[in-house]
């Protein structure tokens, strides 16, 4: 049994030499007093680390990276049991994101950290090309890491939506301001910009903005390009399309109201033509009246009786028409401005 489970502990010892011989991450084990136990063989040339630094406290390790407070962190970690990461530069410039997490041991008890040093150099390139395009760019534009988390945004996003720096990064589009971006329709269309890389394009944004009031914003996305092993990247256009909206907004009133206009003018010309016709009827009426009795008065034969009802009718009719000529004559007056009424006793 002894030589068994000697067999198996060097089984171990092997798998975990050639494990952290064939990892190219910097990774230091630490125990509970903060002295290293284990290293990787790749932080003996990033963080300037020896063989015979196994067993030194880190505080007294000036490390290859500028991190003033790594002891502290450390320290930290083991106490709160709460993983933390931060981002530093090594001597040489390049960047690195420091991962600390408590180490525990087959019983689940805390024996020290482990700190592993993630190389994001690339990333941190990307991140500055993408600040240098978006600030030189006019519309505002917001770059979201892949948990929609806004990374940076240019001046002109700061100065649209009178907003700080410090009010906007690291936070989530959807809670910003008083919500405006928290719409289900812009979720799942960015929600498909990221998985699937669609295009987001002129998606309409109409609110009442915390601090510059109502605006109609146009927001354009797509995903950024990126190496495969990096966490994909958003660019969000947004623009201020408030003057064309109400521009449009006009223009639709406007082409409203001339339908309205064109089809009072329509009924208008329909009543006109029924009008006529009916004029032409009624005018017509009493004409046709005197034209028979004139012809009938003609005729030598007829008495004084058909003549004096001949002439009362062709009065009659006359006067009906007359009448009908002076009510078109008064609609004249009136629709041309120069009715004048006489006022007297009736």
């Known amino acids: 049994e002894l ?4 067999l198996e502990v060097s089984q171990l010892a092997s798998d975990l030499g050639n494990l952290l011989a064939s990892t190219h991450v910097p990774i230091i084990l630490v125990g509970a007093g903060l002295r290293i136990r284990r290293m990787t063989s790749v932080s003996e040339r990033i963080l300037h680390l020896a063989p015979g630094d196994v067993g030194r406290p880190i505080g007294d390790i000036r490390l290859g990276t500028e991190f003033p407070d790594l002891e502290g962190l450390l320290r930290d970690v ?3 049991l709460t993983p933390q990461e931060r981002e530093v530069t090594a001597r040489d410039g390049r960047w690195y994101s420091v991962r ?10 805390i024996d020290g950290a482990v700190a592993s040093f993630v190389d994001i150099n690339a990333l941190k390139q990307s991140l500055d090309e993408a600040r240098a395009i978006v600030e030189t760019v006019r519309e505002p534009l917001v770059v979201l890491d892949d948990a929609f988390e806004v990374v940076t945004a240019n001046r002109a996003f700061f100065e649209t939506f009178r907003v700080r720096a410090d009010e906007t990064e690291r936070q989530s589009l959807f809670g910003l301001g008083d919500g405006q971006w928290n719409i289900p329709q812009l979720r799942a269309a ?3 910009v990221l998985a699937q890389g669609r295009v987001l394009e002129d998606f309409e944004v109409r609110h009442d903005f915390e601090r510059i009031g109502p605006r109609t ?7 950024m390009p990126m190496a495969v092993d990096r966490p994909a990247l958003i660019l969000l256009a947004i623009a201020d399309i408030s003057e064309r909206a109400r521009i449009e907004h006009e223009r639709a009133d406007l082409l409203t109201r001339e339908q309205g206009v064109r089809v009072e003018a329509e009924a208008a010309s329909l009543a006109k033509d029924k009008f006529l016709a ?7 009426t009493p004409l046709n009246a005197m034209l028979g009795w004139a ?5 030598p034969k007829r008495g004084s009786v058909d003549v004096a009802h001949g002439l009362e009718v062709i009065e009659r009719n006359a006067l009906l028409q007359v009448r009908l000529i002076e009510d078109l004559l008064d609609v004249s007056r ?3 401005g120069a009715m004048r009424l006489e006022m007297r006793p009736l």
């Open 3 to 6: 030589n068994s489970r000697n």
């Open 100 to 109: 600390v997490r408590p180490y525990r041991t087959v019983d689940n008890k």
């Open 190 to 192: 960015l929600g498909a």
């Open 334 to 336: 009136i629709v041309s």
């Open 217 to 223: 914003m146009l927001l354009n996305a797509r995903r």
């Open 295 to 299: 012809r009938i008065l003609r005729d």
């Open 78 to 80: 083991i106490e709160t």
């Open 278 to 284: 009916i004029l032409s009827h009624e005018l017509r």
